[in-house]
């Protein structure tokens, strides 16, 4: 049996991430999601929480017909000894699919193999051009699974990410 990892901050999970762990699926048997700074939540650029993020990606990928593994992975702020971190709260796993050059690297130094998943239409599929489609009350819909939209919806979570986005009052 064949494990393997993916991580992001999934602030929201997107189409992108989606395509990406479809194309993982048939590489793996099973697949873990690390969702990456899981303590940060309520700001504009991270507004949902690990558990938020989780029920996104929960609901989104029980289509992929794989087991898969969704952890919170906190934050620790020490690249030495992040690979070791992130190997203490995950299942065991033999390959790394991601793009962050950081990330590559710190798993490479590590002796793991990492493959560089293809990037679905990027400028489109991304968390930033989401989150500011929510705030203008643009169409951000179409860019993340339905799965997704509806635990945005029941958390209310364009509300939130429009008042955490206003300025200060005066």
């Given at each position: 049996m064949r494990r393997g990892f993916y991580i992001g901050r999934f602030q929201p999970y997107h189409m992108g991430h989606h395509l990406v762990l479809e194309q993982i699926s048939r590489e793996v048997d099973e697949i873990i999601v690390g969702i990456g700074t899981a303590q940060i939540s309520h700001t504009v650029t991270d507004p949902f929480t690990a558990g938020e993020r989780?029920?996104?990606?929960?609901?989104?990928?029980?289509?992929l017909g794989r087991w898969f593994y969704i952890i919170p992975l906190p934050d620790i702020n020490r690249n030495a000894?992040?690979?070791?971190?992130?190997?203490?709260?995950?299942?065991?796993?033999?390959?790394?699919y991601s793009n962050?050059?950081?990330?590559?690297e710190l798993f490479m130094e590590a002796g793991m193999e990492v493959r560089r998943p293809p990037m679905y239409r990027r400028e489109v599929y991304s968390g930033t051009v989401i989150r500011r489609l929510m705030i203008e009350g643009g169409d951000w819909r179409q860019l993340v699974p339905d799965a997704v939209a509806k635990v945005i919806d029941e958390i209310k979570g364009v509300e939130r990410l429009r008042n955490i986005s206003k300025k200060d009052f005066a």
């Open positions: 989780i029920a996104m990606i929960y609901g989104a990928l029980r289509e000894v992040w690979v070791s971190h992130v190997k203490s709260m995950t299942p065991p796993f033999e390959v790394v962050n050059p950081l990330v590559v």
